[in-house]
């Protein structure tokens, strides 16, 4: 990987932020703004945040796991860190579009690395309609919610919902049902990346439901659209021997 300047940001977590400080001041360094790669020390959650921040500068990042899990992380070491990121390979992820409409009429759009998640609000299940492009394919799904998983972040909550692993490249997104009741026995799809999902809420107002890109919230919605974004490819690094199209690929042989 091509560089020039490089920034290191660092999670307010005391481990991260104080490797972050070892790490400037040891190697040159510059401003995430001015920088044409950036070094982001920390757990998955702030690699996210640090690829959605510079989403749309198409800058490449490179996580260091000072957090918990790391599995978006290459591994924490303050040696070499020059000749590492030079040698360096790139994963482009295709992020998902949310578009939410609320009760009010009012339309919020949000990106998602990960997924796309609909959440009943109260103790009342959702009741929601699943259509594919123009095709309604579940007309009634009562359920605690649903999502839509990018092959990124098919082991995060997707797997902990018993959806499917997807390698990268895959040209696939998974639909994975969260708690059904009815249809109880659906476990969900896999689908074209270049499908539009749609999710009407039936009895909004009561069965309130809530959506969730990433970690942008919209409450009290009414419809939900979900496809890919093609005008945006962030691009995450790794280490040649743990690279993230393999790490998937591992998950489906973990006991």
């Known amino acids: 990987m091509k560089?020039?300047?490089?920034?290191?940001?660092?999670?307010?977590?005391?481990?991260?932020?104080?490797?972050?400080?070892?790490?400037?001041?040891?190697?040159?360094?510059?401003?995430?703004?001015?920088?044409?790669?950036?070094?982001?020390?920390?757990?998955?959650?702030?690699?996210?945040?640090?690829?959605?921040?510079?989403?749309?500068?198409?800058?490449?990042?490179?996580?260091?796991n000072r957090g918990s899990v790391g599995f978006l992380m290459n591994v924490f070491s303050e040696e070499a860190i020059l000749?590492?990121?030079?040698?360096?390979e790139p994963i482009r992820l295709r992020p998902l579009r949310m578009t939410a409409i609320d009760i009010h009429g009012r339309t919020r759009r949000a990106l998602a690395i990960n997924e796309v998640s609909l959440f009943r609000q109260t103790r009342l299940a959702a009741k929601l309609r699943i259509s594919e492009d123009s095709l309604v394919r579940i007309p009634e799904m009562i359920c605690d919610?649903?999502?839509?998983?990018?092959?990124?972040?098919?082991?995060?909550?997707?797997?902990?919902?018993?959806?499917?692993?997807?390698?990268?490249?895959?040209?696939?997104?998974a639909l994975t049902p969260i708690s059904p009741f009815r249809p109880r026995r659906w476990r969900g799809a896999l689908l074209p990346?270049?499908?539009?999902?749609?999710?009407?809420?039936?009895?909004?107002?009561?069965?309130?439901?809530?959506?969730?890109?990433d970690y942008t919230e919209v409450r009290d919605i009414a419809r939900v659209v979900v496809r890919e974004d093609a005008t945006v490819m962030p691009v995450l690094?790794?280490?040649?021997?743990?690279?993230?199209?393999?790490?998937?690929?591992?998950?489906?042989?973990?006991?």
């Open 3 to 64: 560089f020039k300047t490089v920034a290191f940001v660092a999670s307010p977590q005391k481990a991260a932020r104080e490797a972050g400080a070892r790490l400037k001041a040891r190697y040159p360094n510059v401003a995430a703004a001015k920088a044409d790669l950036i070094v982001a020390i920390g757990g998955d959650g702030f690699l996210l945040q640090t690829l959605h921040k510079h989403m749309h500068r198409g800058i490449p990042i490179y996580g260091m």
């Open 83 to 88: 000749e590492r990121l030079a040698r360096s």
């Open 145 to 173: 919610g649903v999502l839509v998983s990018t092959p990124a972040g098919s082991t995060a909550y997707n797997l902990s919902a018993y959806g499917p692993i997807i390698p990268i490249g895959a040209g696939v997104l």
């Open 193 to 213: 990346h270049t499908t539009a999902i749609t999710f009407d809420v039936f009895e909004p107002g009561e069965r309130s439901v809530s959506a969730v890109a």
């Open 237 to 255: 690094l790794f280490d040649p021997e743990h690279n993230l199209e393999q790490r998937i690929i591992n998950e489906q042989y973990l006991p």
